[in-house]
């Protein structure tokens, strides 16, 4: 055998054995060094949400420790000093068992997390042997920041001010009192709404006459309709402003009530409000927990809402009903017939739609949402019930 015949069999064995290696090899499990370590659920966090932290266990001894007294949290290389009575919430003796791991309670730790973005370095024990994890806290993005100043911070220290003050801390009157307040404050545009749709259903005997009068002519109705309009003083989209101000209340009202004892929301705290302790916060109305989310209160919830909200409808509908003319027919060039107005919304479809439509969406969107908003939603439409019953009783058109 020659040296290059050697040579080939050596190259061969060799690509063979890489060959086995990458396709057949089982990779090796990642085997722990019998250590104590820190681990995050995600070293990267946002303002003003608090990072999650254990210590791990993975020796076989028990290991203790004292939050305060044997771990060291620092930003950008500065010790922060989070000792004394304001953090005895975080200070405690800690027993581990081997092969066991321990929550860092970093909630007490609230306070200096949430307004204090950068690197921290969080240590365990001494300089020389103790773990070491490294979290990167960031200021929140631009849609984050701007909904939460604009609509949750606002709706959020109304909530305080008031349950700071409530006997019991009561969320369930809060709820009450804030949808008071929000109602009143659109008396005046629910009030233009509910006129406002009662003059689209008076003028429909002139719009069906425009539609007759102009059948062959989509623009000339349109210019047509404009001037009716203006003539009447009619907006046909008044009846959306007050749902367009709503809107982000509503959602607003979904975070807090959500996350209302939350103590990340010590970030949104006006300064005369960081007095108040969030774990007073009482969530339970009687007997109902206002951050349940669906089952048998939720469903009662949803019906009782549906059935108020078909009532809001009908009662606007009371003065006046949708006029029913007959439909001009039209030959199009194919030789089939439709009405001239097709291109027109009905206003039997959408008395339909208000009395029915609605009601279905609201009761079916109670489901997915906490008994609290619900709460609001209920007081809010029994309040637009009274409105619209005193202005046809006023008969303001």
């Given at each position: 055998?020659?040296?290059?015949?050697?040579?080939?069999?050596?190259?061969?064995?060799?690509?063979?054995?890489?060959?086995?290696?990458?396709?057949?090899?089982?990779?090796?499990?990642?085997?722990?060094?019998?250590?104590?370590?820190?681990?995050?659920?995600?070293?990267?966090?946002?303002?003003?949400?608090?990072?999650?932290?254990?210590?791990?266990?993975?020796?076989?001894?028990?290991?203790?420790?004292?939050?305060?007294?044997?771990?060291?949290?620092?930003?950008?290389?500065?010790?922060?000093?989070?000792?004394?009575?304001?953090?005895?919430?975080?200070?405690?003796?800690?027993?581990?068992?081997?092969?066991?791991?321990?929550?860092?309670?970093?909630?007490?730790?609230?306070?200096?997390?949430?307004?204090?973005?950068?690197?921290?370095?969080?240590?365990?024990?001494?300089?020389?042997?103790?773990?070491?994890?490294?979290?990167?806290?960031?200021?929140?993005?631009?849609?984050?920041?701007?909904?939460?100043?604009?609509?949750?911070?606002?709706?959020?220290?109304?909530?305080?001010?008031?349950?700071?003050?409530?006997?019991?801390?009561?969320?369930?009157?809060?709820?009450?009192?804030?949808?008071?307040?929000?109602?009143?404050?659109?008396?005046?545009?629910?009030?233009?709404?509910?006129?406002?749709?009662?003059?689209?259903?008076?003028?429909?005997?002139?719009?069906?006459?425009?539609?007759?009068?102009?059948?062959?002519?989509?623009?000339?109705?349109?210019?047509?309709?404009?001037?009716?309009?203006?003539?009447?003083?009619?907006?046909?989209?008044?009846?959306?402003?007050?749902?367009?101000?709503?809107?982000?209340?509503?959602?607003?009202?979904?975070?807090?009530?959500?996350?209302?004892?939350?103590?990340?929301?010590?970030?949104?705290?006006?300064?005369?409000?960081?007095?108040?302790?969030?774990?007073?916060?009482?969530?339970?109305?009687?007997?109902?927990?206002?951050?349940?989310?669906?089952?048998?209160?939720?469903?009662?919830?949803?019906?009782?809402?549906?059935?108020?909200?078909?009532?809001?409808?009908?009662?606007?509908?009371a003065l006046t009903q949708p006029h029913n003319t007959p439909k001009v027919i039209e030959q199009?060039?194919?030789?089939?017939?439709?009405?001239?107005?097709?291109?027109?919304?009905?206003?039997?479809?959408?008395?339909?739609?208000?009395l029915y439509f609605i009601p279905f969406v609201v009761g079916t969107s109670a489901l997915f949402?906490?008994?609290?908003?619900?709460?609001?939603?209920?007081?809010?439409?029994?309040?637009?019930?009274?409105?619209?019953?005193?202005?046809?009783?006023?008969?303001?058109?």
């Amino acid at each position: 055998m020659n040296k290059e015949q050697i040579l080939n069999i050596l190259l061969l064995s060799l690509i063979f054995t890489l060959v086995f290696q990458f396709f057949f090899s089982k990779p090796s499990e990642q085997v722990l060094e019998p250590w104590v370590a820190l681990l995050a659920d995600s070293k990267n966090t946002t303002i003003p949400n608090i990072p999650h932290i254990r210590v791990l266990n993975n020796t076989a001894w028990n290991y203790d420790f004292h939050t305060c007294d044997d771990l060291t949290i620092r930003l950008h290389s500065q010790q922060i000093t989070f000792s004394g009575t304001k953090y005895a919430g975080f200070c405690r003796q800690v027993h581990i068992d081997p092969k066991g791991w321990y929550y860092l309670p970093l909630s007490a730790l609230s306070e200096i997390f949430e307004k204090k973005p950068g690197e921290y370095t969080i240590q365990l024990g001494s300089a020389m042997d103790g773990p070491v994890l490294t979290i990167v806290h960031t200021e929140p993005g631009i849609f984050r920041s701007f909904f939460g100043r604009v609509f949750f911070e606002p709706i959020y220290n109304l909530f305080d001010a008031l349950l700071a003050y409530i006997p019991g801390h009561s969320l369930g009157f809060a709820i009450i009192i804030i949808t008071l307040i929000i109602r009143f404050l659109l008396v005046v545009p629910q009030k233009q709404m509910l006129v406002s749709q009662k003059k689209m259903q008076k003028i429909q005997p002139k719009i069906k006459k425009i539609q007759e009068e102009f059948k062959w002519d989509q623009a000339r109705i349109g210019q047509e309709m404009m001037a009716l309009y203006k003539k009447e003083h009619v907006n046909p989209l008044g009846s959306c402003l007050p749902l367009l101000i709503q809107m982000p209340i509503l959602i607003g009202l979904y975070w807090v009530i959500s996350s209302i004892g939350d103590v990340t929301n010590h970030y949104y705290l006006y300064s005369w409000l960081e007095w108040f302790d969030l774990s007073q916060i009482d969530a339970f109305f009687y007997w109902l927990n206002l951050k349940w989310v669906g089952g048998t209160f939720g469903i009662i919830c949803a019906i009782i809402l549906g059935e108020v909200q078909w009532v809001q409808a009908r009662l606007s509908f009371a003065l006046t009903q949708p006029h029913n003319t007959p439909k001009v027919i039209e030959q199009t060039d194919s030789g089939t017939y439709k009405p001239a107005e097709s291109m027109m919304p009905d206003p039997a479809m959408m008395q339909k739609m208000m009395l029915y439509f609605i009601p279905f969406v609201v009761g079916t969107s109670a489901l997915f949402l906490p008994l609290g908003v619900g709460l609001y939603w209920l007081i809010g439409t029994l309040f637009v019930i009274i409105q619209q019953w005193i202005l046809n009783k006023e008969k303001v058109i």
